[in-house]
């Protein structure tokens, strides 16, 4: 039973493009979303989060958008550059429960020079 | 402090041995998580530590599994009588108390042969 979905195991985009990474959660106790990323032979390290109350959150060239009736976040990059070539996971959480976060299964994004 | 650190970074070992594992939180993050991950999946939650307390263990977390954090600083997961189902990443993160945002240690990668 996955609660954190990213149907879209990878995506290529053209550097100075959008990259758009999508995430659906079944869980409507979750309150609380992060985004991370992940580099070969490295841990994830932490992107950007969005809290429930939000519907955006933008940080520099990234974007989180948060739509909590259809359970759908999406990652927006603009423009995409090729360092941004990684693994990114959607997670979440919820707003009482710091304790556990659950992960999706990841999206590898290439952006291609 | 560099961030999270882990050691070893791979370990191979032959069904039915021990092994374990040991996580270096940021000095000052009270939160500790062991996460695994397999291939083509986001981290699995295993257990989560607050200070020298251990406050969740996830059913994944078999009667095999041990993890420990003595004095509320490192911590230690073991494995005893290793399957091949046990071949995975793990990894460690770590936080400060009341944050969502988790920071990854680079993981043991564990084959069992």
């Known amino acids: 039973d996955q609660q954190v979905k990213q149907n879209s195991p990878s995506l290529s985009v053209q550097e100075g493009r959008i990259s758009i990474l999508n995430c659906d959660y079944t869980?409507?106790?979750?309150?609380?979303f992060l985004w991370y990323k992940k580099y070969p032979a490295e841990g994830p390290t932490f992107l950007i989060s969005?809290?429930?109350?939000?519907d955006k959150n933008e940080d520099g060239r990234f974007t989180v958008f948060l739509n909590k009736s259809a359970k759908h976040l999406s990652l927006h990059i603009v423009p995409s550059q090729p360092g941004d070539s990684a693994v990114y996971f959607c997670a979440a959480s919820g707003e009482t429960s710091y304790d556990k976060v659950i992960f999706g299964p990841g999206t590898s994004l290439s952006v291609i020079p | 402090d560099t961030g999270v650190s882990q050691d070893p970074r791979h370990k191979i070992t032959k069904r039915g041995q021990n092994v374990t594992f040991r996580c270096d939180p940021i000095s000052e993050h009270n939160r500790l998580y062991w996460y695994r991950q397999t291939l083509g999946q986001g981290p699995e939650f295993l257990t989560y530590f607050q200070n020298e307390a251990q406050l969740e263990k996830s059913r994944l977390l078999s009667d095999r599994f041990s993890a420990e954090r003595p004095k509320g600083s490192f911590s230690t997961l073991e494995i005893q009588r290793t399957e091949q189902g046990d071949s995975a990443m793990y990894l460690c993160?770590?936080?400060?108390?009341?944050?969502?945002?988790?920071?990854f240690g680079p993981g043991t990668r564990l084959t069992v042969t």
């Open positions: 869980n409507s106790m979750f309150d609380y």
């Open positions: 993160a770590s936080s400060l108390a009341h944050s969502n945002e988790q920071y």
């Open positions: 969005i809290s429930s109350i939000k």
